[in-house]
T-cell receptor, first 109, second 113 residues
Framework: GQNIDQPTEMTATEGAIVQINCTYQ??????LFWYQQHAGEAPTFLSY??LDGLEEKGRFSSFLSRSKGYSYLLLKELQMKDSASYLC??????????WGAGTKLIIKP | IAGITQAPTSQILAAGRRMTLRCTQD?????MYWYRQDLGLGLRLIHY???????GKGEVPDGYSVSRANTDDFPLTLASAVPSQTSVYFC????????????FGEGSRLTVL
């Protein structure tokens, strides 16, 4: 079966760095997405990786290793507004998205 | 710019009733999707449409139906609601199928009693 694993919850301190991991087992691979979802709101797109390596976008970076079935989202200089759930999703061989359950990130002052 | 609009935003419904969740997009995206989101679970695809006039079943289609008469509208119908369909429903669209960014509506919170 297809599976996306990510930690349920993480806590970090304002101003610090946090890394949210995602491992996947899917039938085929056409890219990996990260989305941010604030409580009670819709998910919003953060990043898309289809090749191995690190993609940097401001305070957020996303890394992919296809051989290891692994990705992480790195958030730097954490701000209180980064408190949200972070969703990992993989596009499979049929270009359908398989979603992880999300990681709830709690930022403490 | 509206993006994707869903209606209603919230609804309480008696079991056995018929309900249609509306979704309209103004971005001229070909692909549209309906997901449900339940606590502790990832987004689960109910139905999708790759282009106007076509629809497909997702991971959890039972009890739901969709239509795609034109590019902009993608309504989701619960023919006879059951309590297990209590959830938050998100409509989304994309211009690049499974490799493009998804744009989500604000969600419809449905409670079936």
């Amino acid at each position: 079966g297809q599976n996306i694993d990510q930690p349920t919850e993480m806590t970090a301190t304002e101003g610090a760095i946090v890394q949210i991991n995602c491992t996947y087992q899917t039938s085929g691979f056409n890219g990996l997405f990260w989305y941010q979802q604030h409580a009670g709101e819709a998910p919003t797109f953060l990043s898309y990786n289809v090749l191995d390596g690190l993609e940097e976008k401001g305070r957020f970076s996303s890394f992919l290793s296809r051989s290891k079935g692994y990705s992480y989202l790195l958030l730097k200089e954490l701000q209180m507004k980064d408190s949200a759930s972070y969703l990992c999703a993989v596009s499979d061989s049929n270009y359908q998205l398989i979603w992880g359950a999300g990681t709830k990130l709690i930022i403490k002052p | 710019i509206a993006g994707i609009t869903q209606a209603p935003t919230s609804q309480i419904l008696a079991a056995g009733r018929r309900m249609t969740l509306r979704c309209t997009q103004d971005m001229r995206h070909n692909a549209m999707y309906w997901y449900r989101q339940d606590l502790g679970l990832g987004l689960r695809l109910i139905h999708y449409s790759n282009t106007a006039g076509t629809t497909g079943k997702g991971e959890v289609p039972d009890g739901y139906s969709v239509s795609r008469a034109n590019t902009d509208d993608f309504p989701l119908t619960l023919a006879s609601a059951v309590p297990s369909q209590t959830s938050v429903y998100f409509c989304a669209s994309s211009d690049s199928g499974g490799t493009g960014e998804l744009f989500f509506g604000e969600g419809s919170r449905l409670t079936v009693l």
